[in-house]
């Protein structure tokens, strides 16, 4: 078996700009180290001895809160603040925002509305340019951009009031796993947004939006999921049968959310 050893952080995603395949690596103390798409199939194992480090400052901690912080990191840094679940409680234009630099580029920069399906179809938010990437993090099949909105309050308030009028906002990541899709058609849902938002909102709306479609690597999608967590199973041997979202997904039927792992410190193993 071969092995790295490092801190977990959400597994980097590669996906065409166009649609098609997402290819997945592993990654550890911030960076790519290991390509996953060759290991479905093949035997991996992890060992967990107990370590886990801030994915922002390194500190040991016994226990993450959020995912992957310390507790100063998870109290100072915008990346953590409340707002950035709640997008419409944006507070920079009070000037209270933890790190307005931060900000500049996160926040106050184009932000894009789209619609995804992963089970049904949900409304969600992303940075201007990163929505591939939240997509794939999401496992979803396909998805559109539906607007671009000047900045993370706007689009948060708009988003806001779509989810307040029933169209959801939220993935069932079980469903997401096992591959159980929806055909609920994207155009009147489409339609149903441009009546709930204002003039004012409509004028970010596109006029054209193009439909992406996401595969991920796969040998089964699993019949029932169980998820593992590394404080409960330490070590842990299975054959990789798909990657989806942020999950490795097993012979077992046995599922492990690896973003929801950042700072622990583990090794990993897979057979050639
Ligand atoms: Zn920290």
Not at 255 to 267: D, K, L, Q, T
Request: aromatic share 8%; net charge positive.
């Amino acid at each position: 078996m071969n092995q790295l050893t490092g801190n977990l952080d959400k597994m980097n995603t590669l996906c065409p700009t166009n649609g098609g395949l997402v290819e997945y690596s592993l990654s550890m103390n911030g960076k790519g180290v290991l390509p996953l798409n060759a290991l479905i199939g093949k035997k991996v194992s992890w060992s967990y001895q107990g370590q886990i480090n801030c994915i922002h400052c390194g500190a040991s901690i016994k226990k993450a809160v959020g995912q992957g912080s310390c507790w100063p990191c998870f109290n100072n840094l915008a990346c953590n603040d409340l707002c950035i679940m709640k997008p419409e409680t944006c507070h920079y234009a009070k000037g209270t925002c933890r790190q307005p630099k931060w900000a500049d580029t996160h926040c106050m920069t184009d932000q894009a509305l789209y619609l995804a399906r992963s089970s049904g179809v949900k409304i969600g938010i992303t940075r201007g340019g990163n929505h591939l990437t939240r997509w794939a993090d999401q496992g979803a099949s396909e998805a559109l951009v539906i607007g671009l909105f000047p900045n993370r309050l706007d689009v948060g308030l708009a988003e806001k009031a779509i989810s307040s009028s029933g169209i959801s906002d939220r993935t069932s990541w079980q469903k997401m796993l096992k591959h159980d899709l929806t055909d609920t058609a994207f155009e009147p849902i489409m339609e149903q947004v441009k009546e709930i938002l204002s003039k004012e909102q409509q004028q970010y709306l596109l006029d054209e939006p193009k439909t992406i479609k996401l595969e991920y690597p796969h040998i089964e999608w699993p019949k029932k999921v169980k998820s593992l967590k590394l404080d409960k199973v330490p070590i842990y041997t299975a054959t990789l049968m798909a990657i989806k979202g942020q999950y490795l997904i097993f012979d077992t039927n046995e599922v492990f959310n690896v973003r929801a792992h950042s700072g622990y410190n583990i090794s990993f193993s897979w057979e050639d």
